[in-house]
C-alpha cells in the first residue's frame, strides 16, 4: 500500500553515485528531505526533472532541506547521468526495488513503467507532502518547494 501523509518514512541505506552509503537515520532529525522516485536515468522527463531539481537544489538546500533521486538503476549509471548533467544532489540506487516497494511507489502503464513520485520528510520523519507527477516531471517541483518553504 502506498505511503501517506502523516506515515514515517521507512528506513533504508543506498548506495549514491559515488558508492557512499545514504543511512535515512543520520539524515532524518538534521534535515528535511525531498525524495523523488523516478523512472530511469537518461531518458527526456527524467533528465528534465533531474536538472530541474539542480537549478532548485541551492534553494532546498537553503531551507535545510536534502534532495535525494532514487531509481533502479544503478551506481554506476547514476554516476555518468550525474556527471553529464551536473547534477549535485545524491542519486541512490535501489537496484532491488525495495525502497520503491517500501514506499509504495505505484508504476504506470500497466506496471511495465516505474512510478514518478516525490515525497517530503519533515524533521520527525513524517511524510508531509506526496505528488504522484508521472506525466509531469516538473510540476511537482514547484509544489515541493513550496511544502519546504511552511515546514
Keep these: 500500500m502506498a505511503l501517506q501523509i502523516g506515515d514515517n518514512c521507512p ?21 528535511n528531505l525531498v525524495i523523488y522516485f523516478y523512472p530511469k536515468d537518461d531518458t527526456p522527463g527524467c533528465t528534465k526533472e533531474a536538472c530541474s531539481f539542480r537549478d532548485s537544489y541551492e534553494e532546498f538546500k537553503d531551507l535545510g532541506c536534502e534532495v535525494l533521486g532514487i531509481s533502479s538503476d544503478s551506481v554506476e549509471d547514476h554516476k555518468k547521468f550525474a556527471e553529464k548533467y551536473r547534477l549535485s544532489f545524491n542519486l541512490l540506487a535501489d537496484t532491488s526495488k525495495e525502497l520503491r516497494k517500501a514506499f509504495g511507489v505505484p508504476g504506470n502503464l500497466f506496471g511495465l513503467i516505474p512510478g514518478r513520485v516525490t515525497y517530503i520528510i519533515d524533521l520527525k520523519g513524517k511524510i508531509r507532502g506526496v505528488y504522484n507527477s508521472q506525466t509531469n ?13 511552511k515546514l
Excluded: R
Excluded at 559515488?18 to 535515512?24: K, N
Excluded at 516531471?137 to 518553504?149: F, N, R, S, T
Design 11 to 31: 528506513s533504508f541505506k543506498l548506495a549514491n553515485q559515488f558508492g557512499e552509503l545514504i543511512d535515512s537515520s543520520n539524515l532524518i532529525g538534521t534535515k
Design 137 to 149: 516531471p516538473l510540476g511537482h517541483i514547484e509544489q515541493a518547494l513550496a511544502l519546504v518553504k
